[in-house]
Nanobody, 126 residues
Framework: VQLQASGGGVAQPGDSLRLSCAVSGRTESNYVMGWFRQTPGKDRELVAAISWSGGFTFYTDSLRGRFVVSRGNVKNTISLQMNSLKPEDTAVYYC????????????????????WGRGTLVTVSS
């Protein structure tokens, strides 16, 4: 199973960017999925997570309202809509997934995800 994230790049403060992530390989399984981000010298932190059904989400408090995670029309794909970007949003963004049969399960803890994408860099700068 692999995760492929896309959509990173350079944005100016106030701009929007949309990241996407897709599971490839064992796509018949269901996955709780999440977005994390990391800057040099800091731990990887949760941005948002979403249940495999799409009906349950969890956000880091500081990002709720600016960032929106959603399920795609294709199974086991998610997106992260990032609005009103700030320079402090600059980071490498990682997509993560964990197989589950629970349609309500949302996971906010890094250690509970066993599948990680390679990361995509988002740079917010004027």
């Amino acid at each position: 199973v692999q995760l492929q994230a896309s959509g990173g790049g350079v944005a100016q403060p106030g701009d929007s960017l949309r990241l996407s992530c897709a599971v490839s390989g064992r796509t018949e399984s269901n996955y709780v999925m999440g977005w994390f981000r990391q800057t040099p010298g800091k731990d990887r932190e949760l941005v948002a997570a979403i249940s495999w059904s799409g009906g349950f989400t969890f956000y880091t408090d500081s990002l709720r309202g600016r960032f929106v995670v959603s399920r795609g029309n294709v199974k086991n794909t998610i997106s992260l809509q990032m609005n009103s970007l700030k320079p402090e949003d600059t980071a490498v963004y990682y997509c993560a997934a964990e197989p589950t049969d629970l349609n309500w399960y949302v996971e906010s803890t890094t250690d509970k995800y066993s599948i990680w994408g390679r990361g995509t860099l988002v740079t917010v700068s004027s």
